[in-house]
């Protein structure tokens, strides 16, 4: 049976303080998820372009993904699966390991920027690649390759700080949960 609607204010509600928990798991997940898209990219860009050379590629390139994945599988256990705790401890890991992947990051793109001459630079690399390849206009595929390689950088940086950041906001609201 029904009401009329007149018992609302009698009827049980859930507190802001546990939407906001679930909502920050949800978001954390969605990062979580993004970061492993990104590793996945930030591999192919630094990996396929000195493969294609017959060169091996930077040592960064190991080490960046390798913080990524730890901080992956501890950032999907700090969330928890499904209705399960947030695991506090390894929240905090994978905000730590985001920090290290956010100066790693950092460090890369400011190697990539200024350490690498311009004419040895994977944006450059990749249009001579692609003209060979296709004939494609050597300029335009430099071009697209420097904004790949920005946005690369772009997005490297905002999800690691994002990461780090919702995992703080999660232990928080999750400790605030319990008392």
Not at 88 to 99: K, N, R, V
């Amino acid at each position: 049976t029904g009401t009329d609607g007149s018992d609302h204010q009698y009827r049980m509600v859930v507190e802001k303080k546990y939407h906001k928990v679930a909502d920050t798991k949800k978001r954390l997940r969605t990062l979580i998820a993004l970061q492993a898209l990104y590793y996945g990219c930030f591999i192919a860009w630094n990996c396929g372009i000195p493969l294609t050379e017959g060169q091996r590629p930077a040592p960064v390139v190991g080490v960046m993904p390798a913080v990524g994945f730890l901080a992956l599988i501890a950032g999907r256990k700090g969330v928890g699966y499904g209705n399960e705790r947030s695991n506090g401890t390894a929240l905090l890991g994978y905000a730590f390991l985001s920090a290290v992947g956010f100066a790693l990051a950092l460090g890369n793109a400011f190697i990539m920027q200024t350490r690498v001459h311009y004419a040895e630079s994977y944006p450059a690399r990749f249009g001579t690649a692609m003209q060979q390849k296709f004939g494609v206009d050597q300029s335009l595929m430099q071009a697209v390759g420097t904004m790949l390689e920005g946005c690369l950088h772009t997005s490297g940086f905002l999800l690691q700080a994002l990461g780090a950041y919702l995992a703080i906001s999660l232990k928080s609201l999750a400790q605030t949960k319990r008392q």
